[in-house]
């Protein structure tokens, strides 16, 4: 109903300004056609004088693509296997790696891998490049064409070639698929602690988060000290869900508001009364694959004072993107608004800051490793909005917390230094028995491996046209 009025009231202000801006629309219309004409004019020239006759299908296509490729890196044309890739990221499960990538200059480089996968257990990690699949070199690929090269029927083996910052050699590993279940939500308890990790926000992702404080509270026979909420490497998903997972946790105020082209198509998302956790103190971890959706949750969490965000700078994806069909099983993906935190921040470029940056000090090489952010990516929106932090970011003085280097955590179980930090901070509120717990369960990650450059150099070879393998 409100998206039927919504577009009602915009036609009746359109039809009430026809009258004074005739003129102002007749020049626009004009100036449209005009490069309608040069497009009409390149289309035919490519039909007349290509080397190859050319699907009509596929030039419209690849006109579309571009047009919205223009405008930002998340507007987008989901047709055929793009739109069932788009289906994956929010109801479903595929046999494959477990990564999540994107494409810098041609090459395809890893934003994340999703935990517990095999992509994840052999050690990859954000920021690596993959330049090869089973030794033909990937560059110059779309997204979606690499993503498939990746995917396959669960039980096969695919080979792919990564190279790393710091990393004198490329390494190759030889990967078996999996089903990749997108399961949203995992919980555990550590000591008297809750640990919900919620890997993406898809459909039922408030409701699975519900659950998991009841499953906690049931294990325990009682209320928890408190819960850390792992919104690390979890690169959004559907808004409606994350205001449902804010929501467990407020119990009152705004979520998250979004603001479209026109100041007043302001629309606003307040919690319901009821917090589930009863206020029980909160950590949620963040760091550069926390986006979209999960920066919603960490920052209404931070503005209402109701958790302490810990870790590293977060993404810096601040805008929505509606799905608006055009046929069975086509999409435009199109950027339609910017969303903001219940302060007024926008996240856009700068993120999510933590109160308490935490570095992942068990990541041997997390000085070396590059990271990929918003505004990293070509042609993201700019922030509007900025505010300069410069002078209260960082006073110059390293932190002794923070000395311990990963083979001296690794000999204290500790293989996940972030999350560990965030239970000591939970457990000193149940005092030196909860303090000695924790370190003595300490945060063991089980079938990981780390990436070691091979004894001799690996032999890929390049693709038609490809330059030689350096």
């Known amino acids: 109903m409100s998206r039927v009025l919504l577009q009602a009231t915009a036609t009746v202000a359109a039809l009430a300004l026809i009258p004074v801006t005739t003129g102002a629309l007749a020049q626009v219309e004009t100036d449209s056609y005009r490069e309608l004409d040069q497009f009409m004019d390149v289309y035919n020239l490519v039909k007349a004088k290509y080397v190859d006759p050319v699907d009509n299908k596929v030039l419209v296509k690849g006109a579309i693509e571009g047009m919205l490729a223009a405008l930002d890196p998340h507007s987008s044309y989901e047709d055929g296997a793009d739109y069932e890739n788009l289906r994956i990221q ?25 935990k517990d996968t095999p992509a994840w257990r052999a050690g990859v990690k954000s920021g690596d490049y993959i330049t090869h699949v089973d030794g033909k070199f990937v560059y110059g690929l779309t997204r979606d064409e690499a993503v498939a090269q990746m995917r396959g029927k669960p039980g096969t083996k695919v080979t792919i070639t990564v190279v790393r910052k710091g990393l004198d050699k490329p390494i190759q590993l030889t990967l078996t698929r999996e089903v990749i279940t997108l399961k949203p939500v995992n919980w555990e308890v550590k000591g008297e602690i809750g640990v919900i990790n919620i890997t993406t926000f898809s459909d039922g992702t408030g409701r699975y988060v ?5 499953g906690i509270k049931k294990q325990l026979g009682r209320d928890p000290l408190g819960y850390v909420i792992d919104l690390r490497d979890n690169g959004g998903g559907l808004l409606n869900e994350a205001v449902s997972v804010a929501d467990v946790f407020l119990d009152h105020g705004e979520i998250v508001s979004q603001r479209g082209r026109d100041k007043l198509d302001i629309q606003r998302y307040a919690a319901t009364p009821g917090d589930a956790t009863g206020g029980a103190p909160l950590v949620v971890l963040v760091n550069a694959g926390t986006a979209s959706a999960s920066e919603i949750v960490a920052g209404a969490l931070q503005d209402h004072h109701r958790a302490v965000i810990q870790g590293e700078r977060s993404f810096g994806k601040g805008s929505v993107q509606s799905l608006l069909p055009l046929g069975p099983k086509t999409d435009v993906r199109l950027t339609t608004a910017r969303y903001y935190t219940p302060s007024g921040r926008s996240v856009q470029e700068g993120g999510i800051d933590p ?20 505004d990293d990516l070509r042609r993201h929106l700019l922030n509007t909005a900025k505010v300069d932090n410069k002078l209260i970011e960082d006073d110059g003085k390293p932190d002794p917390r923070f000395a311990e280097t990963p083979d001296a955590l690794k000999a204290k179980n500790i293989d996940d230094y972030q999350l560990y930090y965030a239970l000591q901070t ?9 303090v000695a717990m ?3 369960l300490g945060t063991p990650n089980p079938g990981r491996a780390e990436l070691s450059p091979p004894a001799n150099p690996v032999k890929v070879e390049p693709g038609p046209g490809a330059a030689p393998n350096k």
């Not at 519900?210 to 009841?214: I, L, N, Q, T, W």
């Not at 939970?426 to 028995?433: D, H, Q, V």
């Open 426 to 434: 939970l457990a000193r509120l149940g005092g030196p028995t909860q």
């Open 210 to 214: 519900r659950d998991a404080v009841a």
């Open 355 to 374: 109160d308490l940056p935490v570095p992942q000090l068990s990541d041997a090489d997390y000085k070396n490793r590059p990271v990929v952010r918003e």
């Open 90 to 114: 929010t109801e479903g499960n595929y046999g494959g790696l477990g990564l999540s990538i994107t494409m810098e200059d041609g090459i395809v480089k890893v934003v994340t891998p999703q």
């Open 438 to 440: 924790i370190a003595k």
